[in-house]
C-alpha cells in the first residue's frame, strides 16, 4: 500500500491511547445505556440512546480517521445511503444513479422517494459522464459497481457534477478507504456497507457516511436523530473490533484475488472475467490511476445456471452466501438476488485462506463442472 495508507494503518489500533487513564481497559469497553446521568444543563454530554452513544462515537472516530473525514454511523449501509437521500433531497429534486449497482438502491429510489416527488434517472457506471449532470441535485455512484465491477472515473465525473451544481456521492463499499479515497477524488459524500470488510466477519450490519461538507455531516446527523436511524453499541463494538484488523485481512484478499483472477484467465469453463486488477479489464488503466488496490471481488460467467450452483456448492473452500468482505471466500449467483446479469454470472469474494489451498478448491470445483 502507498506510504499513507501504512500511516493510517499502523495508527488505526492506537485512537484511543489520547484518552486512556491509568487502569483504562485498552479495548473498547461497550456502552449499552438508553439513558445517561445529565443534571441541569447537560450540552456537550451523551444525554439519550437516540443521539449518542460512546461507543458509536470510538468508531465514528475509527472511520472518520480512515476517511480524513467526519463520520457519521448508522444501523446498515441501507441506512447511510438513505441518510443522504433523506436527510438531503426535497420534492422536486432529481437525481441520478447507477443502472449496474446495488439494485436496492434503485428499489429505495422507486418506492420511496418518486412517491415524495424526487425522481430518478439510471446511468451504466463505464458510461456515467455521458449526458452530463444539469438538472440534478445530486449524483450517486458506485465505482466498482457491484456486481459487474465496471468503474467511472471519479475525478471526471466530480468536476462535471460540480459544475452543474449538483452534489457527488460516491458507494465505496467494494473498497473500503484502504482500497479508494473518493474525497480525495472531489466526491462531496462517500458512502459504504461497513457490514462487509470494515467488520469482516459477518456477524453484523452497520453502514456510514463520511464528507468533509459541514452541513452534509449535519443534515445526515439529524436524520439519524430524528428518524431513530441508529446502530447498537454492540454492534458497534463488533464494527470497532473489526476495523482494528481491517488492514490485513484487506491486504491478504486483495493480494489473493490478484493471484486468483490471473488463473481464472486461462480457465476454460469461464467467460466475461471482470477483475480490475487485470492488464486485460476495460477498467485497468482507470482503476491503476485512482484506486490504490485492485479489491476482493471477481466477476464472471459460467454457462449455465447449473454449473453457476455446482460451482459454488462443490467448492470446499467457499461458502454460498449473499454479502462479500467476510474472512472466508463466499460467492453467489447474482440473477437470483434481482440483478440484470446473465444466469451462469458469479459474484466471488476472496477470503483471508492461504491463496494455494484457496486457488486448488476453486480449480478442483471448476474443472468438476467443465469436464
Known sequence: MPESANTRAAALPHLRNNGLAMGDPIPLPVTMAAIYHAPGDATGYD??????????DAVEHMLAHLEDAPCVAFPSGMGAI???????????????????????????????????????????????????????RLAFVETPA???????????????VHKAGALLAIDNTTMTPFGQRPLDHGADIVVAADTKAPNGHSDVLFGHVASRNADIIAAVTGWREISGSIPGPFEAWLVHRGLETLDV???????????????????????????PGLESDPSHNLARAQMERFGFLISFELASEQKAEDFINNCDLMQAATS???????AERRSKRGDAVPPGFVRLSVGCEPVEELWKAIETSLDGISG
Open 47 to 56: 444525554q439519550y440512546g437516540r443521539f449518542s452513544n460512546p461507543t458509536w
Open 82 to 136: 438513505s441518510a443522504v437521500f433523506f436527510g438531503l433531497l426535497k420534492t422536486g429534486d432529481r437525481i441520478l444513479l447507477p443502472s449496474d449497482g446495488y439494485h436496492t438502491t434503485r428499489a429505495l429510489a422507486d418506492r420511496f422517494l418518486k412517491p415524495f416527488g424526487v425522481s430518478y434517472d439510471v446511468r451504466p457506471t463505464s458510461a456515467f459522464l455521458d449526458g452530463g449532470f444539469d438538472g440534478y
Open 146 to 160: 457491484n456486481p459487474g465491477l465496471d468503474i467511472c472515473d471519479i475525478a471526471a465525473v466530480a468536476a462535471a
Open 249 to 275: 485481512r484487506f491486504d491478504r484478499m486483495c493480494t489473493s484475488a490478484e493471484v486468483i483472477a490471473r488463473r481464472l484467465q486461462g480457465h476454460r469453463g469461464i467467460s466475461g472475467l471482470r477483475f
Open 324 to 330: 462479500f468482505g467476510g474472512v472466508h471466500t463466499s
